[in-house]
């Protein structure tokens, strides 16, 4: 069906044309911010997935008893780019921290971080 009269003279417009361009140009910058909110949310868990694998493989370099400047190096290859490395040792544990910023805006100021825990060899099988 075609819309079909005329308005003092001029072929009339059917009522609704007009809106969809309007609705567009509402809805698609918010699709658009939807969707940035995505890939800042992948990439926001990605960054907390290589905080916990760094904090691990430093753990597990420290139970093994690697030298620190090791240890850390460990972390930090695993870790993402500008992430910081804690190692600290209570008794038999050793305690690795890892944290870092999410990749995107520098305005939010979320902090991603990991702790791992492990137990020194050099308890293991230790008699008392």
């Keep these: 069906m075609s819309w079909k009269g005329t308005v ?3 072929p009339a417009r059917p009522p609704d044309q007009g809106f969809v361009t309007a609705e567009t140009a509402v809805v698609l910058p918010a699709l ?3 969707a940035m909110g995505l890939v800042w949310a992948l990439l926001a868990a990605s ?3 290589q905080c916990v694998d760094a904090a691990r493989a430093g753990a597990r370099a420290a ?3 690697d030298p620190p400047g090791t240890v850390v190096e460990t972390a930090r290859r695993a870790a993402p780019e500008g992430a910081r ?3 600290s ?4 544990l050793v305690h690795v921290v890892v944290a870092a910023h999410p990749p995107g805006p520098d305005g939010l100021t979320l902090e991603l971080s990991h702790e791992a825990v492990a137990l020194a ?4 099988g230790a008699g008392g």
Excluded: C, N, P
């Excluded at 040792?89 to 038999?92: I, N, Y």
């Excluded at 060899?121 to 293991?124: F, G, R």
């Design 47 to 49: 960054a907390q997935i």
């Design 8 to 10: 003092r003279g001029r």
């Design 32 to 34: 658009v911010l939807f």
């Design 85 to 87: 490395v804690a190692v």
């Design 121 to 124: 060899e050099e308890t293991v």
């Design 63 to 65: 139970a093994r008893q």
């Design 89 to 92: 040792r209570e008794g038999d």
